[in-house]
């Protein structure tokens, strides 16, 4: 399987705290990958570590053959364009419309008529499994559910190779949770898409992750398929797995 992220050797550091003492693991083209592991271990830190919006002290982390660590401006604004990201609440302009958070990267970012701009956002608005109406509403109008769908929306207005999210079911009721699993499964299919996801919802965990890494005292304790984590002896794993689903 083709490598589409490695982490080696990464070191977080905030002040005195040592967040990370040598994460390393990788992630295959076209899998969904979850990053797991207790509170306050620096799962999220992580992801927005990969995302580059937050530095790390070590260690290098290479996304689509470029290392990160070592990227100028330009190459680094053009490797963006390759990751949708969808953030745990959502993030979605509030002064804005439905149609106006998930045209902004386009306008952003590309140089399409406004014309083929309104068609990518209808056709995003319809995958994530919103109506058509729903374009002209605020987020302040719309459900929890409703204002993650958009925000995915956002995520995939340029067609992204990646996805990353941050507890996509996070603040959900359990059938809207479902869902949502549901739907990451499906886009994965229909857009080809490689998934990076931090979670601690365990349903959502075994639907829909292929493999997982789990951080734990700074480092990676464990790393693979699910059944293959669930048996390893770690407090962590064998507490966490053991909750009721």
């Known amino acids: 399987m083709k490598k589409i992220i490695e982490v080696k050797d990464l070191y977080t550091q905030f002040d005195n705290k040592i967040v990370h003492a040598g994460l390393n693991f990788h992630i295959n083209e076209g899998e969904i990958y979850g990053i797991l592991g207790p509170s306050g271990c620096g799962k999220s830190t992580v992801l927005r570590e990969m995302v580059m919006l937050q530095e790390f002290k070590q260690g290098s982390i290479n996304i689509l053959g470029h290392d990160i660590s070592d990227i100028s401006y330009d190459e680094a604004q053009e490797l963006r364009k390759n990751w949708g990201v969808l953030f745990q609440g959502g993030a979605l302009f509030s002064s804005l419309t439905l149609y106006e958070n998930i045209a902004l990267p386009l306008l952003e ?39 993650k769908k958009a925000a995915l929306a956002r995520a995939l207005a340029l067609d992204p190779k990646l996805l990353f999210l941050d507890e996509p079911t996070s603040g959900l009721d359990p059938i809207s949770a479902r869902e949502f ?51 390893m002896e770690n407090p962590f794993i064998q507490t966490f797995f053991k909750a009721e689903i």
């Open 181 to 231: 699993d549901r739907l990451i499964l499906k886009l994965r299919e229909l857009l080809n898409l490689s998934v990076v996801m931090v979670s601690h919802d365990l349903k959502s965990i075994y639907d829909t992750l292929d493999r997982a890494a789990v951080i734990d005292n700074k480092i990676i304790t464990a790393e693979g398929k699910i059944e293959e984590i669930i048996v």
């Open 109 to 147: 970012y590309t140089k399409l008529d406004k014309n083929l701009i309104s068609e990518i956002v209808a056709y995003k608005i319809d995958i994530v499994g919103l109506k058509a109406q729903d374009a002209y509403l605020y987020p302040s109008q719309i459900s929890g559910g409703m204002k």
